[in-house]
């Protein structure tokens, strides 16, 4: 699905209140590019600083932008250069790093909804690239504290939440860690359909959800998405 930035914005419905000015001169950057997400937040660029802008996902990049009294500030991670994607911090704020050449950027995402449609879209558009090169996802999360469990109930209460947040995990031991590599089983297209088949899905069966493959990373065990 690919729409204008203001379009994308008004989908994913966050406030855009004080950043006018920074949609302005993101659509500027962005030009003709098809946007598949857009939100309005706070974002955090290496050597740089934390600024309040936009964060695009289009056919071929994120990107951020920033303009503040007529100061722009933009980083892009461009897919064909391959994004790294970290851990996902911050128990309010769901603060997810990215990286790729040269560059690197932490999205606030401000909830697990958010953070949720981010990850889907990121995929999606990653694996609907071209050339897209390499993505290495590692979606893991800082649960919150709990008493301690045996095994099993730990594994249990890690799917229980990541189903309730629509973020794919294991079924056998709840891991959100998984790997995304072209070759091979193409974890792209395998973690593209999991998500569908979780209660956020965007993607729709167009993959061939049949043929997919997940691999966990923590324990090793291979399963077709929606499993
Ligand atoms: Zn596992």
């Known amino acids: 699905m690919s729409m204008t930035l203001q379009e994308a914005i008004k989908l994913s419905g966050t406030p855009t209140l004080m950043a006018g000015s920074s949609i302005k001169a993101a659509d500027e950057i962005l030009a003709d590019e098809p946007v598949a997400y857009a939100i309005v ?4 660029i290496s050597g ?9 996902v289009t056919d071929r990049r994120v990107l951020f932008c920033s303009r503040v009294l007529g100061q722009v500030q933009a980083a892009s991670l461009f897919f064909q250069a391959g994004i790294g994607v970290g851990n996902i911090s911050g128990p309010l704020t769901y603060k997810l790093p990215l990286s790729g050449s040269g560059t690197s950027m932490t999205v ?16 999606e558009t990653f694996m609907s690239f071209p050339e897209h090169g390499t993505l290495e996802t590692i979606w893991a999360e800082d649960l919150p504290a709990t008493t301690p469990l045996t095994k099993r109930g730990q594994a249990k209460q890690r799917i229980k939440a990541n189903k309730a947040a629509g973020v794919a995990c294991c079924p056998k031991c709840g891991s959100t860690s998984l790997s995304a590599n072209k070759k091979g089983f193409s974890f792209g297209k395998a973690a593209a359909g999991s998500f569908v088949a979780g ?10 959800a049949n043929k997919l493959v997940v691999t966990c ?3 090793g ?5 929606g499993q």
């Open 217 to 219: 990373l923590n324990c």
């Open 108 to 123: 606030e995402l401000g909830n697990r909804r958010t953070l949720s449609a981010f990850q889907n879209t990121l995929l």
């Open 199 to 208: 209660p956020v899905g965007l993607v729709g069966g167009a993959l061939g």
């Open 48 to 56: 740089v600083g934390t600024l309040h802008g936009v964060v695009a």
């Open 221 to 225: 065990y291979k399963f077709k998405p």
């Open 41 to 44: 937040a706070n974002c955090t």
